[in-house]
């Protein structure tokens, strides 16, 4: 069965300060999709980043960056110099490599960057 | 930019009533997908269709239906709402139904079943 852990529920930061959010997933498949994705305050799920099974490189976005550790199952999300903007709720979801129905969502962290 | 749009920001129903949840998307997406968020259980799969009139049911099926008659155009339906169907509704598209590809979100319609 397939399964995505957000432990962290909510988060507080201050302005400029680095933030981690923790992603663990559980999966029998040998491949598989990672995904993160905001939901700022308006709603609207924003896609962040989808990283494949086999692709364990790290990845880096402007003050964003993913660490992707099979090892460890996780796939942590790290915020750098936080702003205010980067108040949402942010979820990690996980899917089968074949078939676009079954993407599996984290029950999502909630970041509050403080000014 | 992929455009997915949901026909209401905010809606009220009474106990009951038959609701309609509209959904378009503008990218030609063989895919497209109902989910509701609700607080501590994340984004939960009702239903997803992966072409015209195909339908296939999520983790969440009970109490809704869904029909798609045209490409861009995903419904939702809810035949008799009760207030637990009180909740935020997402709909989804993405590209190829042969691999798993990224979903693209539309801006959610928060529901309230009085």
């Known amino acids: 069965a397939q399964k995505v852990t957000q432990a962290q529920t909510e988060i507080s930061v201050v302005e400029k300060e680095d933030v981690t959010l923790d992603c663990v997933y559980e999966t029998r498949d040998t491949t598989y999709y990672l995904f993160w994705y905001k939901q700022p305050p308006s709603g609207e799920l924003v896609f962040l980043i989808r990283r494949n099974s086999f692709d364990e490189q790290n990845e880096i976005s402007g003050r964003y960056s993913w660490n992707f550790q099979k090892s460890t199952s996780s796939f942590n999300f790290t915020i750098t110099a936080s702003q205010v903007v980067d108040s949402a709720v942010y979820f990690c979801a996980l899917s089968e490599f074949v078939g676009a129905n079954n993407l599996f969502f984290g029950t999502g962290t909630r970041l509050t960057v403080i000014p | 930019d992929v455009k997915v749009t949901q026909s209401s920001r905010y809606l009220v129903k009474r106990t009951g009533e038959k609701v309609f949840l509209e959904c378009v998307q503008d990218?030609?997406?063989?895919?497209m997908f109902w989910y509701r968020q609700d607080p501590g259980l994340g984004l939960r799969l009702i239903y997803f269709s992966y072409d015209v009139k195909m339908k296939e049911k999520g983790d969440i099926p009970e109490g809704y239906s869904v029909s798609r008659e045209k490409k861009e155009r995903f419904s939702l339906i809810l035949e008799s709402a009760s207030t637990n169907q009180t909740s935020m509704y997402l709909c989804?598209?993405?590209?190829?139904?042969?691999?798993?590809?990224?979903?693209?979100f539309g801006p959610g319609t928060r529901l309230t079943v009085l």
């Open positions: 989804a598209s993405s590209w190829d139904s042969t691999t798993t590809d990224t979903q693209y």
């Open positions: 990218m030609d997406h063989e895919n």
